[in-house]
C-alpha cells in the first residue's frame, strides 16, 4: 500500500526566507503525487500534483515541487516566504484513494 | 459556484447521540469523500462514492454510515457517537476516472463529542 511521511512537524520560517518541505513516499508504480495547503480553520487547496513528465512542478502561490524517483521524494519549495504562507501542509499520494502525510506547520515570522 | 459546502459548520454532541453531516457540491463530480481529519495523522478516507447510488469503506469506516441518494449531496451519518470521534470532518468531491484528479475540499465540520 502507499505511504507519505513528512518528517518535519513545524518549520519557523522567517518573512522573506526560503522555505523547503520535506515529502517521501513509498509506492511500488508510478506515483500521483500531490501537495495541498490548509491555512486556518480552512478546507484543504491543491497547490500542484505530478503525475508524468518534467520532475519539476510548478504551482500556485509561487510554489515548485521536485520529483526525485531515486530518493521516492517530492519536496516543495517556495523561494521567498510571504506571511501569509502560514498554514499546514499536506503531501499526499494518489491510488485509488489519496493518503496523506501528517503534515507540516509553517510558522513565518516577521 | 459554491464548490463544497458543508453543514454544519460546529456541533457539540453527547455520547449516544447520532446525527448527520451532509456535503453538496456543485461541479457535477461523480466522486465524492469524507474523510477526518485529527492532530499529528493527516487525513483519513472514512467512506466514498463513485457515482449516484454507491458507496464503499476507507480506511476508518466503523461507527460511520453514508448514504449518496443524489449526485449532488453525499451524507455522514454517526448513529451513536462516541469521544473518540471527536475530530474535524472534510467532504471533498473529485471528477471521475484517473488518479490524477484534483479533490476539491469542503470548509470542514468540527464536531465534539462529550
Known amino acids: 500500500a502507499q505511504s507519505v511521511t513528512q518528517p518535519d512537524i513545524h518549520i519557523t520560517v522567517s518573512e522573506g526566507a526560503s522555505l523547503e518541505l520535506r515529502c517521501n513516499y513509498s509506492?511500488?508504480?508510478?506515483?500521483?503525487l500531490f501537495w495541498y495547503v490548509q491555512s486556518p480553520g480552512q478546507g484543504l487547496q491543491l497547490l500542484l500534483k505530478?503525475?508524468?513528465?518534467?520532475?519539476l512542478v510548478q504551482g500556485i502561490k509561487g510554489f515548485e515541487a521536485e520529483f526525485k524517483r531515486s530518493q521516492s521524494s517530492f519536496n516543495l519549495r517556495k523561494p521567498s516566504v510571504h506571511w501569509s504562507d502560514a498554514a499546514e501542509y499536506f503531501c499526499?499520494?494518489?491510488?485509488?484513494?489519496?493518503?496523506f502525510g501528517a503534515g507540516t506547520t509553517v510558522t513565518v515570522r516577521a | 459556484n459554491a464548490g463544497v459546502t458543508q453543514t454544519p459548520k460546529f456541533r457539540v454532541l453527547k455520547t449516544g447521540q447520532s446525527m448527520t453531516l451532509l456535503c453538496a457540491q456543485d461541479m457535477n463530480h461523480e466522486y465524492m469523500y469524507w474523510y477526518r481529519q485529527d492532530p499529528g495523522m493527516g487525513l483519513r478516507l472514512i467512506h466514498y462514492s463513485v457515482g449516484e447510488g454507491t458507496t464503499a469503506k476507507g480506511e476508518v469506516p466503523d461507527g460511520y454510515n453514508v448514504s449518496r441518494l443524489k449526485k449532488q449531496n453525499f451524507l455522514l451519518g454517526l448513529e451513536s457517537a462516541a469521544p473518540s470521534q471527536t475530530s474535524v470532518y472534510f467532504c471533498a468531491s473529485s471528477p471521475p476516472g484517473t488518479y490524477t484528479d484534483t479533490q476539491y475540499f469542503g470548509p470542514g465540520t468540527r464536531l465534539t463529542v462529550l
Open positions: 499526499a499520494v494518489n491510488d485509488y484513494k489519496l493518503s
Open positions: 509506492y511500488g508504480a508510478t506515483p500521483y
Open positions: 505530478y503525475f508524468s513528465g518534467d520532475t
